[in-house]
């Protein structure tokens, strides 16, 4: 499977690693599967990852630096 919209390069302009930015993608495509409300107007994309990425492209969705999950 090949990523042509959005681009990898602009997805890493917004997270500074691939393994991020593909554990970013699924927790918000699994949010989205699980009836989350879009951050966006319109989708290219019919499924949640795609969607997921759309979002991650234009800044709507990011990782948050002071979370720190429990490993207990």
Known sequence: MKITY???DKLLAHIDSRYSLSVLAAKRA???QAGAPG???HYKSDKAV????E???AGKVT???EHHASLD
């Open 50 to 53: 795609g969607k997921a990425l």
């Open 6 to 8: 959005p681009s990898i």
């Open 30 to 32: 699994h949010e989205i």
């Open 55 to 57: 979002e991650i492209a």
């Open 39 to 41: 951050a966006l107007e």
């Open 63 to 65: 990782i948050d630096p």
